[in-house]
């Protein structure tokens, strides 16, 4: 049966299911669990990008601190007029996220949470990296409302190779952290990447599982898309393994943003078949992650959006979505939080982008949630 307890083997099964019959099947149950339990209404987040300054190196972020890109950092009043702008556009909550940057720190940010709330009434979202527990504390108590940390991949090998530990820092686990944010008090979110490379079905079996087994408030998943001015936006298949390709001593043009430190050269490990990153995969994560957790808060990601900006964002919210994070961070900023190439509204005003939104929840007969929008879950929970 496909409910809540899915074993995972069944729950890998389905990963690999390529009849089409059944995909529909798992489509439909999908969409109907999400009508019964979260309804019809979308809520929207408004994202807002603070800055994409990072002191991590991650192999698949285009925020990676080796990375020569051009950096920048959203002001206090900058940031409070786009939060006026969710506001104004009855998103209910704003989602602040950024690279790990330490100027974004504590007191700033406490205030900023203070003055949102004050002025706007917004619910609040963080999603600012692996931090002080002091902090998830002190952001707590300001009035932050939720936090939003993926663990990015369950299986702890690829994780390590694609996420070292920040330099001068001890390795944190994000599925500890994830705990310990509960445990304050926020409403949690966690969730992966799909088709990394080294990833195999039965990781994301097992990454799925997880969700269930931590009982998330919400869920965000998308395809993992390769940026060429990173290390992983740059493997290739070798003896049936994935590999780097090597950038030492080059000087080829197009590869002037990658820093020649991050050529390590390692071995991804061998994996009996690999996700792929399609959007395929991407529904059926969605549609499998909505039976499991049923109760969950899942957007429809912009990753979603950027492989198909209309199937993609309309077709996870028919299998099981009922989340969209509209982006409202400034135009001028907007190209240059690229974590991934070509994201979904990269070049366009919040204005635009709402838009689009809001014509594609008609369409498909829902609509758009007044209010906070809390996770069924974290309710019932609290009741
Ligand atoms: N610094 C914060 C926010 C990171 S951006 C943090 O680490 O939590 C939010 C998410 O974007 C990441 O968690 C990751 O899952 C996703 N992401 C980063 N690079 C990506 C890529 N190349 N393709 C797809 N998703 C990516």
């Known amino acids: 049966m496909l409910n809540e307890n899915l074993t995972r083997s069944k729950i890998s099964?389905?990963?690999?299911?390529?009849?089409?019959?059944?995909?529909?099947?798992?489509?439909?149950?999908?969409?109907?669990?999400?009508?019964?339990?979260?309804g019809d209404e979308v809520w929207l987040r408004g994202l807002i990008e603070l800055s994409n300054y990072c002191?991590?190196?991650?192999?698949?972020?285009?925020?990676?601190?080796?990375?020569?890109?051009?950096?920048?950092?959203?002001?206090?009043?900058?940031?409070?007029?786009?939060?006026?702008?969710?506001?104004?556009?009855?998103?209910?909550?704003?989602?602040?996220?950024?690279?790990?940057?330490?100027?974004?720190?504590?007191?700033?940010?406490?205030?900023?949470?203070?003055?949102?709330?004050e002025r706007y009434q917004l619910a609040i979202t963080l999603s600012l990296g692996e931090r002080k527990d002091?902090?998830?504390?002190?952001?707590?108590?300001?009035?932050?409302?939720?936090?939003?940390?993926?663990?990015?991949t369950s299986n702890r090998d690829l994780y390590d190779a694609i996420h070292p530990t920040a330099e001068g820092s001890v390795f944190q686990d994000r599925i500890e952290m994830l705990k310990r944010l509960r445990e304050i008090g926020y409403e949690i979110g966690s969730g992966v990447m799909i088709g990394v490379p080294g990833q195999s079905f039965d990781d994301l079996a097992n990454d799925l599982a997880l969700f269930r087994e931590l009982d998330l408030d919400m869920i965000g998943c998308g395809p993992f898309l390769p940026?060429?001015?990173?290390?992983?936006?740059?493997?290739?298949?070798?003896?049936?393994?994935?590999?780097?390709?090597?950038?030492?001593?080059?000087t080829s043009e197009d590869q002037r943003g990658i820093s020649l430190s991050t050529d390590k050269s390692f071995k991804y490990p061998t994996t009996d078949g690999q996700a792929p990153n399609d959007?395929?995969?991407?529904?059926?994560?969605?549609?499998?992650?909505?039976?499991?957790?049923?109760?969950?808060?899942?957007?429809?990601?912009?990753?979603?959006?950027?492989?198909?900006e209309t199937g993609g964002r309309k077709g996870a919210l028919e299998r099981g979505a009922n989340v969209v994070m509209p982006n409202l961070t400034p135009k001028k900023y907007r190209r240059l939080y690229d974590i991934y190439p070509n994201k979904a509204a990269a070049r366009e005003e919040a204005e635009k982008t709402r838009q689009t939104v809001l014509k594609q929840i008609r369409e498909i007969g829902r609509v758009p949630g007044i209010g906070s929008g809390s996770s069924p879950r974290f309710l019932k929970r609290r009741a």
């Open 134 to 152: 002091s902090e998830f504390v002190r952001w707590k108590e300001a009035g932050a409302d939720r936090y939003l940390l993926r663990f990015e």
């Open 13 to 38: 099964k389905w990963l690999r299911e390529t009849d089409r019959e059944k995909l529909t099947e798992l489509y439909d149950v999908a969409d109907r669990t999400r009508r019964k339990r979260v």
């Open 279 to 308: 959007i395929e995969t991407a529904f059926k994560v969605v549609a499998l992650a909505r039976i499991l957790c049923p109760d969950a808060n899942i957007p429809s990601t912009t990753a979603v959006a950027t492989i198909d």
């Open 227 to 250: 940026h060429a001015e990173t290390p992983l936006g740059r493997i290739e298949a070798r003896n049936g393994e994935w590999r780097t390709v090597s950038i030492h001593g080059t």
């Open 55 to 117: 002191r991590r190196d991650c192999l698949y972020c285009g925020a990676r601190a080796s990375r020569r890109a051009e950096r920048y950092r959203m002001t206090r009043e900058e940031i409070l007029e786009s939060a006026k702008l969710a506001r104004d556009y009855q998103f209910g909550t704003v989602v602040l996220q950024a690279g790990e940057d330490f100027a974004l720190d504590e007191a700033f940010v406490a205030d900023l949470i203070q003055e949102i709330r």
